[in-house]
């Protein structure tokens, strides 16, 4: 007699629905036994407005947002943290100042608009990553709207969902077995 193993084939999708139409009817049924609900996407650890919950995120974000910026890239899968790190300085600090410099204040904000859509996909890239809600609004306008707080709130998902690993846990030391010889 066969076991069976835990496969289990993919819903059937009829000719003319497309996965979205089906996606979206299955939002609508209620789960059965076996399944359980875990498509939904879940809220985030905190708001974006809840900055002053973790004074140290706060405090480098707004003195220095390109730093997070740096490290939340880093952390979605860029292969360094200089390179988001230098664009969002460059995007942010040195861009924004010409226009201010230049135009006497009048684009003081516009150029800030480039370094919000260069943001977005990596909010995007970590919502995807852990299922989260596209919440408030929109990540392009969460991040016209609120830069530094969208920055912030990225920074403190990141550092809430991923493992932490405690400096006073007791480690295991491991050891070689001795070596052994054939007499």
């Known amino acids: 007699m066969k076991e069976h193993s835990g496969y289990i084939p993919p819903r059937y999708i009829p000719l ?12 609508h049924q209620s789960p059965t036994k076996t399944e359980t609900v ?23 974000g707004t003195v220095c947002p390109c730093f997070l910026f740096g490290k939340n ?34 684009l003081l904000g516009f150029p800030g608009c480039f370094a919000s859509c260069y943001a977005c996909g990596y909010r995007k890239a970590l919502r ?3 299922n989260l809600q596209e919440a408030p609004c929109g990540d ?9 707080c969208a920055v912030c709130q ?10 932490n690993i405690d400096p006073n846990a007791n480690i295991v ?4 077995p001795p070596l052994q010889t054939m007499d």
């Open 16 to 27: 003319g629905q497309s996965d979205s139409d089906l996606e979206t009817s299955i939002l």
């Open 38 to 60: 875990t498509d939904l996407p879940t809220e985030w650890s905190s708001g974006i407005c809840a900055c002053f919950d973790d004074p140290q995120s706060c405090i480098v």
């Open 73 to 106: 890239a880093e952390f979605l899968g860029s292969n360094s943290f200089m390179g988001p790190c230098t664009t969002h300085f460059i995007m942010c600090g040195i861009i924004n100042s010409f226009c201010c410099l230049v135009t006497g204040g009048v």
């Open 128 to 130: 995807t990553k852990y």
């Open 140 to 148: 392009l306008m969460t991040h016209l709207c609120c830069h530094l």
């Open 154 to 163: 990225e920074y403190r998902e990141i550092r809430e969902r991923s493992v």
């Open 173 to 176: 030391e491991v050891t070689a």
